[in-house]
């Protein structure tokens, strides 16, 4: 049975201009993908006006909150004493956003509620994974 859990954040966008504009997001966490969480982006809040989503590990939120994480398309930082500050590398671009380590750390600990950190191995459904990986080969 699949349980998702959705957070509703206000992300600070970064740009050139002085002014951070705030605009919405939402993490999301599934048991079903108990490795990874992502973050969804509405299509007024991008610059190609469609409905953006970033999907990356768990661990890498949780170690980018204390310390600078990452090192490929998603990257996570500390910024000051409330902030969390989350890079989103693409060909297109870098998004830079900020959100408030609070509402990060709320966040986590429902997930933890939902797979806890150490046992995302025993929410794997293996059997299922390969079965649609060999339908693909036929």
Known sequence: ??????????????????????????????REDPFAVTIDFPAPATLEGADVSWAFGRELLVAGIERPSGAGDVRVRPYG?????????APEGVAV?????????????RAQGVVPRGRE????????????LLRDTR
């Open 81 to 89: 004493y409330d902030r969390t500050v989350l890079e989103f590398h």
């Open 1 to 30: 049975m699949s349980v998702v859990i959705e957070h509703a954040v206000q992300a600070r966008l970064v740009s050139a201009t002085p002014r951070m504009e705030s605009v919405p997001a939402t993490l999301r966490y599934d």
């Open 97 to 109: 956003v900020h959100v408030r380590t609070s509402e990060l750390r709320r966040f986590l600990k």
């Open 121 to 132: 191995h025993l929410f794997l459904d293996l059997d299922e994974d390969l079965a649609e």
